[in-house]
Structures are given as C-alpha cells and as structure tokens.
C-alpha cells in the first residue's frame, strides 16, 4: 500500500522514494500522465518556445500553462531561460536522459525474452 503524499506535496507527487534518481523518476512518470502536461512535454519536444506561443496551441489558459510548465520543471523534465522579458521552454536533456533509461530497461528485458523464444527448438523442427 503507498503511503499517502506528504503535507504540502503536490497532488501528483507520489512520494519519497528510496533515493532522489527513485523520486525523480516517479515525479517525471507521474507529472507525463497529465494530458496537458503530456501535450506541453510534446510540443516542447519539437523546439524551445515560450509560454505564450505555448498557451494559444492549449484550450487552456495562460496562467494554467504556466502552473503545467513549473509542475514539469519541478520533475525535472523541462527547464527554462530568460529572453527579454519572457522566459522559454525546452525539454531538460538530463531529464529525458533518466527517462529513456527508465523505458530502455522494459525493452532490453522484452528483447531478451524474444531472444529467448526464438531461440528454443519447436516442436515441428524436432
């Protein structure tokens, strides 16, 4: 059974986890399984852009894209900068980086296992 989210804690965030790469991660997992998160995650995977041009592609608003944006900042998995007077998006390299190696370990394992099956004589060949 988990344990219920600490006081104060985000209403996505599941948890501490054994170590900060553990939490990271559930952050990260747990922040893509919102819709509009995952739509800004995608879009942001396209090129940099700032919140404006980000907010007039969302049926949501402008305020609401920015509370999205710091939630995805907060796992990890966006950072932003400043230019001029706004700031810009763009995915965080180590973020993605520590979620592909998350996803990469499921398909190394269902590689293996294909390997495995492919490998064993069938009874026809016997």
Not at 56 to 80: C, F, I, M, T
Not at 94 to 100: Q, V
Request: cysteine-free; aromatic content about 6%.
């Amino acid at each position: 059974m988990r344990a219920p989210p600490r006081r104060g804690a985000a209403p996505w965030d599941l948890g501490a986890g054994p170590s900060r790469n553990a939490s990271g991660l559930r952050l990260s997992l747990a922040a893509l399984a919102d819709p509009t998160r995952r739509t800004l995650f995608e879009l942001l995977a396209e090129r940099p852009r700032p919140v404006g041009e980000l907010a007039r592609r969302l049926p949501v608003s402008r305020s609401a894209v920015s509370q999205h944006l710091r939630l995805l900042k907060e796992a990890g998995l966006v950072v932003d900068r400043p230019e001029g007077t706004r700031r810009v998006y763009q995915l965080s390299p180590e973020g993605l980086d520590a979620l592909r190696a998350y996803l990469d370990q499921f398909w190394s394992k269902t590689l293996a296992a294909y390997k495995t099956a492919v490998e064993q004589p069938s009874a026809d060949s016997e």
